[in-house]
């Protein structure tokens, strides 16, 4: 069974940081694009971040609204994808998610083109 399971989620102080995992299992995503999503009530879910892996080269794509504060990395010998999250922002509240579509390196921005998701986990930036 294909599964990915986020964790790292919690509430923090503006300014904060916190580190999202997403532990996958039932195959083998190292040929896979992981990405980050986020999603607020009302709204869409949007990519927030997304990785492809080849040799040693990373295609990385950040959402304008995330530039500089977060990074994500991946390490496939233990088939998880990370999300570091700095100085955050009230507004990077929402449910964020991880996802993996097969085959880079594009970073689709589309949830209807990623085939695997997890279950999504609380981030609330709040004083």
């Known amino acids: 069974q294909v599964r990915l399971v986020e964790s790292g989620g919690g509430l923090v102080l503006p300014g904060g940081s916190l580190r999202l995992s997403c532990a996958a299992s039932?195959?083998?995503?190292?040929?896979?694009?992981m990405s980050w999503f986020r999603q607020d009530p009302g709204k869409e879910r949007e990519v927030v971040a997304g990785?492809?892996?080849?040799?040693?080269?990373?295609?990385?794509y950040y959402a304008d609204s995330v530039k500089g504060r977060f990074t994500i990395s991946r390490d496939n010998a233990v088939n998880t994808a990370y999300l570091q999250m700095n100085s955050l922002k009230p507004e990077d509240t929402a449910i964020y998610y991880c996802?993996?579509?097969?085959?880079?390196?594009?970073?689709?921005?589309?949830?209807?083109?990623?085939?695997?998701w997890g279950q999504g986990t609380q981030v609330t930036v709040s004083s």
């Open positions: 996802a993996a579509k097969t085959n880079g390196p594009l970073v689709p921005r589309t949830p209807g083109d990623y085939s695997y």
């Open positions: 990785i492809w892996s080849r040799s040693r080269t990373n295609y990385v």
């Open positions: 039932g195959r083998t995503f190292s040929n896979d694009v």
